[in-house]
């Protein structure tokens, strides 16, 4: 987690644009200093520059998945809290490769509401690290 006082940092990632930025507009409404990304890649690497509290993303993206970006953050940011999203069929296979190699991520079906997803931020819960 961040070391500054101040809101929770929350990075949301949706190769969707219009839900990234609409879930990201809806949580700096409730007082959390939010960023927005649209792939696991740009997720990735404002993660590491940002260092974010909270990381809410989608599964099924491009090349870098939901899950593996999940996994990075599990090694490089231990205490980042991760809530996956999905719609996809595909995020069941890749939850199983997770769990294979000791991550158990919680999942939620879009469409999401997002009282569900303040409901995850107000809940002292799991690192990235599935702790």
Not at 40 to 59: C, N, R
Not at 67 to 85: F, G, H, K, N
Not at 89 to 97: P, V
Request: hydrophobic share 45%.
């Amino acid at each position: 987690m961040s070391t500054q006082p101040g809101p929770l940092r929350v990075l949301v990632a949706d190769d969707e644009h219009v839900i990234a930025d609409s879930l990201a507009l809806i949580l700096r409404g409730r007082g959390f200093d939010c960023r927005a990304a649209y792939s696991g890649e740009q997720a990735g690497a404002l993660a590491l520059e940002w260092k974010p509290d909270a990381l809410i993303t989608d599964v099924v993206m491009g090349e870098k998945d939901g899950v593996a970006l999940a996994m990075q953050l599990a090694e490089v940011l231990p205490s980042c809290r991760v809530l996956l999203i999905s719609g996809n069929t595909m995020a069941g296979e890749l939850l199983a490769g997770s769990q294979r190699q000791g991550h158990d991520f919680p999942i939620l079906a879009k469409p999401v509401h997002p009282n569900e997803i303040l409901e995850f931020l107000a809940q002292p819960g799991r690192s990235a690290g599935g702790d």
